[in-house]
C-alpha cells in the first residue's frame, strides 16, 4: 500500500498488517487484531483510530531493528 487510504481498503479484510502506514479508520467488527509498523516509532500515530482500546489491535513497531 502506497498510502493510509489504501491501508484502510484492505484492513477490513486483514487480520495482520505489515506497513509503513496506519489505516485512517478502523471499522466496528473488523477482523484487524495486529498493525506491525515497518518504522520503529509510532509516538506520532497516538491520536490514530488503531488505538483506540475498543479496537482490540495490538500495534508494535520496528523499534530496536536497525541496532548492531
Given at each position: 500500500?502506497?498510502?493510509?487510504?489504501?491501508v484502510?481498503?484492505?484492513?477490513?479484510?486483514?487480520?495482520?498488517?505489515?506497513?509503513?502506514?496506519f489505516?485512517?479508520?478502523?471499522?466496528?467488527?473488523?477482523?484487524?487484531?495486529?498493525?506491525?509498523?515497518?518504522?520503529?516509532?509510532?509516538?506520532?500515530?497516538?491520536?490514530?483510530?488503531?488505538?483506540?482500546?475498543?479496537?482490540?489491535?495490538?500495534?508494535?513497531?520496528?523499534?530496536?531493528?536497525g541496532?548492531?
Amino acid at each position: 500500500c502506497k498510502s493510509s487510504a489504501e491501508v484502510s481498503a484492505v484492513s477490513g479484510n486483514a487480520e495482520i498488517l505489515y506497513t509503513l502506514w496506519f489505516p485512517e479508520t478502523v471499522e466496528h467488527g473488523s477482523k484487524l487484531r495486529w498493525v506491525q509498523m515497518t518504522s520503529p516509532g509510532v509516538d506520532n500515530k497516538l491520536s490514530n483510530p488503531v488505538f483506540d482500546p475498543s479496537n482490540s489491535v495490538t500495534v508494535t513497531s520496528a523499534a530496536g531493528c536497525g541496532c548492531g
